[in-house]
């Protein structure tokens, strides 16, 4: 059975906007904060090209906030799965979760999912 790519767009969009919204605002500023360090300074004035100070110096920093933010919000998107599963009727992950936390056959789904929230 082929899976037609247009009935993907809506719920994906309804799922990734807010985090990506939110991800691109945290990008942001820690590129801005990491490029103003003084070390980015003295990259520059060794004559680094601007895409090697960016890609080998001030990124592997700005990292570091971003990838924390990324897990913390993964807890968001499964939950935003089970709403976005039920509303546009995808069989996926959130109902799989949802249903076996309420089933109590997965006791560790239910604990999880309070751990990640």
Same mark, same amino acid.
């Given at each position: 059975?082929?899976?037609?790519? #247009? /009935? ?27 490029? @103003?360090?003084? /070390? *980015? $300074?003295?990259?520059?004035?060794? @004559? ?7 890609? $080998? ?8 906030? *971003?990838?924390?933010?990324? @897990? ?14 039920? *509303?546009?009727?995808?069989? &996926?992950?959130? &109902?799989?979760?949802?249903? #076996?936390? $309420?089933? @109590? *056959? ?12």
């Amino acid at each position: 059975m082929a899976i037609d790519w #247009r /009935y993907l767009v809506l719920p994906s969009v309804a799922m990734g906007a807010s985090l990506a919204a939110i991800l691109t605002r945290m990008v942001r500023t820690a590129m801005l904060e990491e490029l @103003g360090q003084d /070390y *980015i $300074r003295t990259a520059r004035a060794k @004559g680094l090209s601007e895409s090697a100070v960016v890609c $080998r110096h001030a990124l592997p920093n700005a990292l570091v906030p *971003i990838i924390t933010v990324v @897990g913390l919000q993964f807890g968001a998107l499964l939950a935003g799965a089970i709403v976005t599963e039920t *509303i546009f009727s995808w069989p &996926g992950l959130g &109902g799989w979760w949802s249903a #076996r936390s $309420r089933t @109590g *056959i997965m006791r560790w789904c239910r604990a999880a999912c309070c751990r990640l929230d």
